[in-house]
C-alpha cells in the first residue's frame, strides 16, 4: 500500500515535472512585424501647435467659456482642411464632435476620443515651474504646459494626422469620429458621456473600434523588458468612494462611554484594512503577464507557463508591490476623515469615505455589500457617495482586429526601436461611458513615449512631452486611421 502510494506519488511528480517544462518551452512571443514605410511628419510644425493649444487655461472647474472658445477657434484656425471638411458641433458645453464621412456608411464606425480640458496647477506652485503652465514653451526637445501630456498632446496629433491624411487626398472607409470631452478631469459626465448618447441614438452599430487614454509607451524596464513597452489598455477598473459615518451621544470628555463615535468609525476603518478584497489573477493582468512572459528568463517563463501550479506565488509576489498589488484585487484606500473639533468634546458624528477601484468580478453592488459585512456594525452607515461611480469594464478582446490594427499602427509609427505591445489594466477613463452601453472594441492609449517620471509632470510640475514623442504619435494616429481600412 505504502509502496503503491510513493509510485504514485513519484509519477504525479513526474508528469508534474514534464509539463512544466513542456508548457516552458511551448512558449513563444509573438512575431514582431517590420515597422512600414516611415511617414513625414513636421514635428516643428506640430510641437508649434501644441504649444499653441496649451495656451488656453481649458480647466474645467473654471468653466472658463472664453477659454474653450478660444481652443476651438484656434483649432478651427490651425487645421482649416480638417474643419472644411469635417462635420463639427459642439455636445453639453464645449466638448466637440468632429465626423469624418467615410466611403462605405453601411459600416460601424471608429471612434477617436481625447479631451479639451487640463487639471488646475496648485495656487502658489506656479513659480516652481521651469515655464509659467500656460505659456507653451518649447525648451530644449520638450513642449512644456499643462496639457502637454494630458491630454491636449493627443487632441493636436489626431489634427495633425487628419490635415495631413486630407491634403493627401485620403478619404476613409469608415466614417471616423474624433469625441473631444471638456470634462474629463472631473467625470465626463457632460462631455464624454452625451457624445457617446449622442452616437448611440443615431443608431450606427457598435462602434469597429473606440480609442481612449489610459496606457502610453513606457520604459520596459520595470516590467524586464530590454524595450520599451506599448501599454494598451484592455479593460478599465471600476470605480467608487463610500461614505461611512458613526452616529451616537456625544457628551464631554470627562465621561466617555464606549465606543465613542470616532472609536466606531475606527475600528471600521480598521477592519476593513484589515480584511482586504480577495485576489484573482485573470482577465486583463494575465494577458498582461503572458504576453511579457517570452520575453523573461527560464525561472520567470517556468513560473507563468505554469500558472495551475505557480499562481499563489505570483499573487504573492504582486502584492508585495502596491503598483502591482491593484491588478489583482479590488484596492482599499481610507481618504478623508472627520470627527470633533475641540479637545474636550466627544463629537455625535464621525465620518469617512474610503475610496475603491473595483477589480472585474466585483461591482459597486458587491463592494458596498462587502464593506457592511466586514465592518460588521449596524450603528456604522454606510452610504455610496455621489461623484464617479462605475463598475469594471467588459475585458476587450486581444484577438480582435481593432487591437490588431492598434499594435500594427505601434511597430510602424513608434521609434526608434518598435516597443513591446503589452495589454493591461487601466483606472477609470471617459471610455467607460462607452463600456457602459455594452461597446466591445474598447482601447486605452495615448502613442506617447512618456519620461520615467512621468506620474510626477503629468498633474503635476512641468508638465512636458518631447517633439519626438510628439512626432510619433501623429505618426501612430496616421498609421490607425488607415490601418482601419478593411477592419
Ligand atoms: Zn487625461
Redesign the pocket.
Known amino acids: 500500500m505504502f509502496w503503491t502510494f510513493v509510485g504514485l506519488a513519484f509519477g504525479l511528480i513526474v508528469t508534474s515535472a514534464l509539463v512544466v517544462v513542456v508548457r516552458t518551452f511551448q512558449m513563444t512571443s509573438t512575431p514582431v512585424a517590420e515597422p512600414g514605410e516611415p511617414i513625414a511628419v513636421d514635428a516643428a510644425s506640430a510641437a508649434n501647435h501644441l504649444a499653441g493649444a496649451i495656451a488656453f487655461r481649458t480647466i474645467a472647474q473654471d468653466d472658463s467659456c472664453a477659454a474653450f472658445q478660444g481652443l476651438e477657434d484656434f483649432l478651427s484656425r490651425t487645421y482649416k482642411l480638417t474643419h472644411e471638411r469635417l462635420a463639427r458641433q459642439r455636445v453639453g458645453k464645449y466638448a466637440l464632435l468632429y465626423e469624418w464621412m467615410g466611403r462605405d456608411r453601411s459600416k460601424s464606425p471608429i471612434v477617436l476620443m481625447?479631451?479639451l480640458d487640463?487639471v488646475p496647477v496648485l495656487s502658489g506652485s506656479e513659480a516652481t515651474w521651469s515655464y509659467a503652465p500656460f505659456s507653451g514653451t518649447i525648451s530644449n526637445g520638450y513642449v512644456y504646459g499643462r496639457g502637454a501630456?494630458?491630454?491636449k498632446s493627443?487632441v493636436i496629433a489626431l489634427f495633425e494626422a487628419a490635415e495631413q491624411l486630407l491634403q493627401t487626398g485620403y478619404k476613409p472607409e469608415r466614417t471616423i469620429y474624433f469625441a473631444l470631452g471638456d470634462d474629463?478631469?472631473i467625470g465626463g459626465e457632460h462631455g464624454a458621456k452625451e457624445i457617446v448618447k449622442l452616437l448611440r441614438s443615431r443608431k450606427l452599430g457598435d462602434p469597429a473600434l473606440v480609442l481612449d487614454?489610459g496606457g502610453a509607451v513606457v520604459e520596459g524596464r520595470q516590467l524586464g523588458l530590454a524595450t520599451a513597452a506599448a501599454m494598451i489598455g484592455i479593460a478599465e477598473k471600476g470605480y467608487v468612494s463610500l461614505e461611512l459615518s458613526a452616529h451616537g451621544s456625544g457628551g464631554h470628555s470627562s465621561t466617555p462611554t464606549f465606543p465613542t463615535q470616532i472609536g466606531r468609525l475606527a475600528r471600521a476603518i480598521a477592519a476593513l484594512e484589515a480584511n482586504q478584497f480577495p485576489t484573482r489573477l485573470d482577465g486583463a493582468t494575465l494577458e498582461m503577464l503572458t504576453t511579457i512572459a517570452p520575453t523573461q528568463p527560464f525561472g520567470t517563463r517556468l513560473v507563468m507557463a505554469n500558472l495551475w501550479l505557480f499562481r499563489p506565488l505570483v499573487i504573492h509576489q504582486l502584492l508585495s508591490d502596491p503598483r502591482m498589488a491593484t491588478f489583482v484585487r479590488t484596492t482599499t484606500a481610507p481618504t478623508v476623515i472627520s470627527g470633533g473639533n475641540t479637545e474636550n468634546v466627544l463629537p455625535d458624528e464621525a465620518k469617512a469615505v474610503v475610496n475603491f477601484q473595483i477589480l472585474q468580478g466585483d461591482t459597486i453592488n458587491s463592494v458596498l455589500e462587502r464593506v457592511r459585512e466586514v465592518i460588521n456594525d449596524t450603528m456604522v452607515e454606510v452610504r455610496l457617495l455621489s461623484g464617479i461611480q462605475s463598475d469594471p469594464s467588459p475585458i476587450s478582446d486581444v484577438s480582435s482586429p481593432a487591437f490588431a490594427a492598434i499594435a500594427k499602427s505601434v511597430r510602424e509609427s513608434i521609434g526608434p526601436n518598435p516597443p513591446l505591445v503589452v495589454p493591461f489594466l487601466t483606472g477609470p477613463?471617459?471610455s467607460r461611458h462607452w463600456s457602459a452601453t455594452g461597446a466591445r472594441n474598447v482601447f486605452r492609449f495615448?502613442p506617447f513615449a512618456y519620461e520615467q517620471d512621468w506620474m510626477l509632470r503629468?498633474h503635476g510640475t512641468n508638465e512636458r512631452i518631447s517633439v519626438q514623442a510628439l512626432a510619433d504619435g501623429v505618426r501612430f494616429y496616421t498609421q490607425l486611421i488607415r490601418n482601419t481600412e478593411g477592419l
Open positions: 481625447a479631451h487640463v501630456l494630458d491630454d493627443a474629463e478631469e487614454e477613463t471617459d495615448t503629468a
